[in-house]
């Protein structure tokens, strides 16, 4: 019995080491293709690849810092020897969840979806509290000043009277009011009170930067975007946005839904540049790139914003429909209109990368390359962003 045993033991290892054997021919041969295959069948978004689960509820921690300036001599804003003086606070930190709702496969090999996002503030790892105070421009009454800067002098008159008796140019609240809780402005309330705001549409009640978006499946709007299933070059590529492959705040070109939704890209990307979508300014942003990078281990490709997203047509001709209607010096673009025609003008933090004539406006700016880069690095093989 024991040599049966043994023999039987020895016949199997046989065995075992012909079938090595042959995977590793096959390995040595095929190895390219059959990585291939594995890896198109499983990046393509299906309800049975292994993307969807990671995409749908993405697991991988993600987190935002917000930073406030705070304004510290808001008293002197009629000193014309006085410039207005910023103090940074910050950051504070919240830890961030997406989730994909309403996801809906098409036969067009597209998917349309919403997206839910939740913060959750997380105190040990922020320099400050939700309760800290901070001052900064009163923007209820500044929007409405700003929408109605070509009114005829008959509605500005009884607009700039109620500013007058109701608001102040700045605003002292505390960070949890400015992010997402908001804050009463009786300028809001009045709106659809007065025949002169009537043309000003105000869709919340409050103000808040992120007054209403926590768990909010509405606000970044609705997406339709190719699936790679007939081809993997295209996975992750927004087809459209709330319905329609350009939006209305852009004109030309600069209108159009252009590159990734933001979590995708198709594998074996160049380098060379990437374009993302960005609904929080409802416009395409193209970054450049700049290096390989090492993240935990892992080589990446790092694609950099640099001064064509926030130019308007002074470095590069083709931008001159992001001037909006006012066009500003390089570093500035105006996103009003994306923003219910609030002065909404983006910049990288502390005017990095712009014309200096900005930051000689104010005291308090130091822009730092390590600190105020806009990047993203995605892994080269299977280009998902690791960074």
Not at 309 to 332: K, Q, R, S
Not at 373 to 385: A, C
Request: charged residues 20%; negative net charge.
């Amino acid at each position: 019995m024991w040599m049966m045993k043994n023999a039987l033991g020895h016949y199997c290892l046989l065995c075992i080491g012909i079938v090595v054997a042959i995977l590793g021919v096959l390995a040595i041969t095929c190895t390219p293709g059959f990585f291939n295959f594995i890896l198109k069948s499983e990046l393509h978004l299906s309800e049975s690849s292994q993307s969807y689960q990671v995409w749908k509820d993405t697991p991988v921690p993600m987190y935002i810092q917000f930073y406030f300036f705070n304004w510290t001599n808001e008293g002197e804003l009629e000193n014309a020897n006085s410039k207005p003086s910023f103090e940074q606070k910050g950051p504070y930190r919240f830890n961030e969840f997406h989730e994909k709702v309403n996801v809906t496969f098409h036969d067009n090999n597209t998917v349309s979806f919403k997206q839910v996002r939740r913060w959750h503030f997380d105190p040990d790892n922020s320099n400050g509290t939700l309760d800290d105070i901070i001052t900064t421009l009163n923007l209820p009454p500044l929007t409405a000043a700003f929408v109605a800067r070509d009114w005829s002098i008959f509605m500005q008159g009884p607009l700039s009277l109620v500013i007058s008796q109701t608001s102040k140019r700045h605003v002292t609240k505390k960070v949890r009011e400015y992010l997402f809780e908001g804050y009463d402005d009786s300028l809001i309330s009045l709106a659809d009170k007065l025949p002169a705001l009537a043309n000003i549409e105000i869709p919340f009640d409050k103000f808040g930067w992120f007054y209403k978006r926590n768990n909010s499946d509405e606000y970044d709007g609705f997406f339709n975007m190719d699936t790679g299933a007939d081809d993997i070059n295209k996975v992750g590529r927004l087809r459209n946005w709330n319905f329609a492959n350009r939006t209305k705040f852009f004109p030309s070109s600069c209108g159009m839904v252009n590159g990734s939704a933001g979590e995708l890209w198709p594998p074996g990307q160049t380098k060379t540049n990437i374009t993302m979508f960005s609904p929080d300014i409802c416009r395409s942003l193209t970054f450049d790139f700049t290096e390989e990078v090492d993240v935990h281990g892992v080589t990446g490709y790092r694609y950099s914003g640099g001064r064509n997203i926030v130019d308007n047509g002074t470095i590069n001709a083709d931008n001159w429909c992001f001037c909006n209607g006012e066009c500003l010096p390089v570093g500035v673009v105006n996103a009003s209109s994306c923003r219910y025609g609030a002065p909404a003008f983006v910049s990288y933090p502390h005017y990095y990368m712009a014309d200096p004539y900005y930051a000689s406006l104010v005291d308090g700016m130091r822009p730092d390359k390590e600190k105020h880069q806009f990047y993203v690095t995605l892994e080269p093989v299977r280009n998902k962003t690791v960074l």
